[in-house]
């Protein structure tokens, strides 16, 4: 009983090397096929909706969905054997978008129309971010959401400023240009002002009046505005946090490797694994 216990436990913990090590060489690998068989996946669902590929090749993508979806259920299964507490894992975000994503094909056995949900298979791109668990890379997430959530204030205050800015704007225009011109609502001239402020112009609704022209005209500057100044908040903020990580990371490379951006407080590489009491 101990013999056979300790089997499986061995066995627990290899798929658990390989599904979720992923700073191991098997685990890795696990990584890029997986995200290889998501990209196709997506491809395919893709493809599905071009009405002529979907005909001419409809029984070799019904194939390969199928293929894939037991790829995926062959996977679902091992992730949820790897681990000892399972259920961590099936009501996390990454276990139920899995679940979603293995489920369209098997219900489309008894349901029709189920298919549209393999589009959630995109979802799973999201393991990019696994896959990429590099120090660098994990650093300069962390940069980027520590500006995110630093700037969030003043983002909200401009967001809001702009919010109130379209609706004086699109109440305006609808006093101006009115229901003739095709501004029949405040709510569709507020979508018009939306429309203008962001600089996509469809052209569905345009002003006549030479006012509303005008207006028109101010809006579109504005709009160059509005775009840059998020955009130089959060820049400003990256910047102030890259200048104060800097200056808490020793400069000296790691004599093996050669890499920089060590903590000042670290005895040892992160990317090697070499003393750095040399430095």
């Not at 890029?32 to 071009?50: D, K, N, R």
């Not at 609808?174 to 962001?198: K, N, R």
């Not at 400069?251 to 005895?267: D, F, L, M, V």
């Amino acid at each position: 009983m101990t013999e056979t216990k300790s089997k499986w436990e061995s066995l627990q913990q290899k798929i658990n090397i390989i599904i979720y090590g992923t700073n191991t060489p098997a685990g890795r690998l696990f990584d890029l096929v997986l995200l290889g068989v998501i990209l196709i996946s997506v491809i395919l669902v893709m493809l599905e909706t071009v009405e002529g590929f979907d005909t001419k090749y409809h029984d070799e993508i019904i194939l390969l969905e199928w293929i894939i979806t037991f790829f995926f259920t062959i996977e679902y299964v091992f992730r949820i054997i790897a681990l000892k507490k399972p259920w961590k894992y099936i009501f996390s975000f990454y276990g139920i978008i899995d679940l979603i994503a293995v489920l369209p094909m098997y219900l489309s056995l008894f349901l029709t129309g189920t298919s549209v949900l393999t589009i959630v298979r995109a979802f799973r791109l999201i393991r990019l971010f696994k896959i990429l668990n590099h120090p660098h890379f994990t650093g300069q997430s962390i940069h980027l959401i520590d500006a995110l959530y630093a700037s969030r204030g003043r983002i909200f205050v401009f967001i809001y400023f702009v919010l109130i800015s379209t609706v004086f704007v699109g109440s305006l225009m609808y006093v101006i240009e009115g229901p003739e011109h095709g501004f029949t609502s405040i709510p569709t001239s507020i979508y018009w002002t939306i429309v203008t402020l962001t600089t996509v112009g469809y052209g569905d609704i345009s002003p006549v009046t030479p006012l509303g022209q005008f207006l028109a005209s101010f809006v579109m500057i504005l709009g160059y505005g509005i775009i840059a100044v998020p955009t130089g908040i959060i820049t400003s903020e990256i910047a102030l946090k890259s200048t104060k990580s800097e200056k808490k990371q020793k400069k000296t490379p790691c004599a093996n490797c050669g890499i920089e951006g060590h903590s000042k407080s670290a005895s040892y590489c992160f990317n090697c694994g070499s003393s750095l009491k040399n430095d």
